[in-house]
């Protein structure tokens, strides 16, 4: 494990611990009103649980609280029910267990995430939300622990520009759709004149900035690993220059 996947592992490791513990949970605002209760959880405008709106209601006090994202993936990937989603960097569970819902007991969702304290948090939060068509996997996301072809839609929030190997987790998510398959993932994203030196000085790489790419990177990454229809609109900006963004791709049938 390099430097930066260390102290990006024990960033999240932090994190969930931190929803985990009393004196954590107090420091993010959650209170003990019950599991479910949105007014429990504080929220960001550019980051985490706040872009969701009322998806969340219903959903353990502790996934939502743990939501670090920068978008809301449900509303990119159009979820229908009977499909097998995955979630690369599944961090607490909450875009998992979203899928869910959104599959039906027909459907399937995967998470997949190295961090051992994410996964107890995630496993937790899918136990109190009765959740049982989800399965939290350790793994790296730039090497899936699911077989080829095995996957209808592939979901990602904000965690594609935490890894250093962007070209392997690509082509990994090309691995495990099936063909026609589709990727619908929020990312931070670059404006293509700022160079990485750029993005470097408006925020760190366990901040989700200084790792990002540039929309054209981006959009030729997808095209070397196979995808055809790529798109990567941007949303809100989260630094100068860089932005939340919807990236949409498909595998040829």
Do not use: W
Request: glycine share 12%; charged share 20%.
């Amino acid at each position: 494990m390099n430097d930066i996947t260390e102290a990006v592992r024990a960033r999240y490791a932090e994190a969930a611990l931190a929803v985990s513990t009393r004196d954590g949970r107090a420091s993010l605002g959650i209170v003990d009103a019950g599991c479910c209760s949105p007014e429990a959880v504080s929220v960001d405008s550019s980051f985490g649980a706040g872009l969701y709106g009322d998806d969340v209601d219903g959903l353990p006090a502790d996934a939502i609280a743990a939501s670090l994202g920068c978008g809301n993936p449900l509303m990119i990937a159009d979820l229908q029910p009977g499909e097998r989603v995955l979630d690369l960097g599944s961090g607490g569970g909450i875009d998992v267990l979203l899928s869910a819902r959104r599959v039906g007991p027909t459907g399937f969702a995967f998470g997949v995430d190295m961090t051992t304290e994410m996964l107890d948090l995630a496993r937790a939060n899918a136990a109190r939300a009765g959740a049982t068509n989800v399965e939290f996997l350790r793994g790296a996301i730039e090497a899936v622990p699911l077989p080829d072809a095995s996957i209808d839609v592939v979901i990602s929030n904000c965690v594609v520009n935490l890894s250093t190997d962007k070209p392997a987790v690509l082509a990994e998510m090309f691995r495990v759709l099936v063909p026609g398959g589709r990727i619908g993932i929020s990312d931070v994203v670059a404006e293509d004149h700022l160079s990485e030196a750029d993005r470097g000085e408006r925020g760190s790489y366990v901040g989700c900035i200084a790792g990002a790419l540039s929309r054209a990177e981006y959009l030729d990454g997808l095209t070397a690993a196979g995808f055809f229809g790529a798109t990567v609109e941007f949303a809100h900006e989260v630094a100068p220059g860089m932005h939340s963004a919807i990236v949409r791709a498909t595998k040829p049938l």
